[in-house]
Each structure stands twice: as structure tokens, then as C-alpha cells.
């Protein structure tokens, strides 16, 4: 009669995991960092994603550490968009050397007007059954956005005022609210001034 093995005695099928908590949650994170993907990490680290998905799964400090890397580095994407669609300020150092042999250092602060492409992206994926042209992206026949051609001719007329280099309707007090919830901590980003005019 044979006896059923324990646990512990049965073989582990399969080969050896390479798998090491003190080299990849680390490296992963830097990858993560650098903006890889999951496929491509996987190539980095030598095996196939299916592998790499199991990690995550079996190891949680590898899975935060891509979690939180990304993370970071959307936040700091979605932030530097932010500043884009808002038009920003930023202070440029300079080093001159002159014909006699000195050198000085300047500071320069230069306006960037807002991007009308970061201001489309941000609307159009923060508000999309306000500003996507046609309305929802549903299938079937679902309902079309109420009022989609009037909110069309309304981004049209954005648009074409931004491109005319006029400040929109009522962008003013949508510039005041920022700056208020900027005061208040509610939104983490650079102090926002006033246009130059």
C-alpha cells in the first residue's frame, strides 16, 4: 500500500523561480520609473509576462513597488499636463561669457502660453460627454450627449479663440478658482500668475 506524501515531500514541478526580494522589487521600480511597460520588464528581467504577472500575485513588495512607481510617474505626467493646459511660468538659468573672459550668471522667467492640444486632451479625456466631438464612444445606439452639436460649436469657438490668442469667456474665473484652490492645498502645483498682457 503507498502512503500519500506530505506536503513537504511532494516535488515542486516546474523550474526554480529566479525570483530575488532583495534585486527585484527594487529594479522593478526603476523600471516602472522609466516608464517600461509590463512586457517590457519581463524582457529585462529575462522571462515571459506570465511570469512576471505570477510575481505580482505571489509577491506583494513587487507588486507596490511597480504600483507606486507608476503611480508617481502619472501623477507627475498628468501634472506637467496640468501646468501645459494652464499656461505656466518657468525660470531659465543662464550662464554668458563674455569676449574678456567673465562669465555671469542670469535668470531668466519665461511665459508658456497655454497648449491648445494639453487644454483638448485634458477636457476631452477628463469630461468626455462634454467635450468629445460626436458624443459618447458607445456602442449600439446608445444616446448621443444632449446638446453634442451646440458643446461642439462651443469647443469649436474655444479653439478658435485660443488660436486668435484671446483669452476664452470666462477663463479668467476659472484662472481665479485655481489659484484659490492652489492657496488652500487642494491642488499641488507651481503658483499660477497672470497673463502678461
Known amino acids: 500500500m503507498t502512503r500519500k506524501k506530505a506536503d513537504h515531500e511532494k516535488k515542486k514541478r516546474g523550474r526554480p523561480t529566479v525570483y530575488d526580494s532583495a534585486f527585484h522589487p527594487r529594479k522593478a521600480a526603476q523600471l516602472a520609473l522609466m516608464g517600461l511597460t509590463d512586457v ?3 524582457i529585462v528581467f529575462d522571462i515571459n509576462e506570465r511570469t512576471l504577472n505570477r510575481w505580482k500575485i505571489r509577491y506583494p513588495a ?3 513597488s511597480i504600483k507606486q512607481s507608476k503611480d508617481l510617474v502619472d501623477r507627475t505626467v498628468e501634472n506637467s499636463l496640468f501646468k501645459r493646459a494652464l499656461g505656466m511660468e518657468t525660470t531659465q538659468k543662464k550662464i554668458v561669457e563674455y569676449a574678456d573672459g567673465t562669465t555671469r550668471k542670469t535668470i531668466a522667467v519665461k511665459y508658456i502660453p497655454p497648449s491648445l492640444s ?3 486632451f485634458w477636457l476631452t479625456n ?3 460627454d462634454l467635450w468629445k466631438r460626436g458624443g459618447r464612444d458607445t456602442p449600439g445606439d446608445a444616446p448621443a450627449v444632449p446638446n453634442g452639436s ?21 477663463f479668467g474665473k476659472f484662472l481665479a478658482y485655481v489659484k484659490k484652490a492652489q492657496k488652500s492645498g487642494s491642488i499641488r502645483n507651481a503658483p499660477l500668475k497672470e497673463h502678461p498682457s
Open 62 to 64: 513587487f507588486f507596490q
Open 126 to 128: 477628463r469630461q468626455p
Open 150 to 170: 451646440a458643446r461642439i460649436r462651443n469647443l469649436d469657438a474655444f479653439i478658435a479663440t485660443l488660436r486668435n490668442g484671446e483669452e476664452p469667456k470666462g
Open 118 to 120: 494639453a487644454i483638448i
Open 40 to 42: 517590457q520588464m519581463a
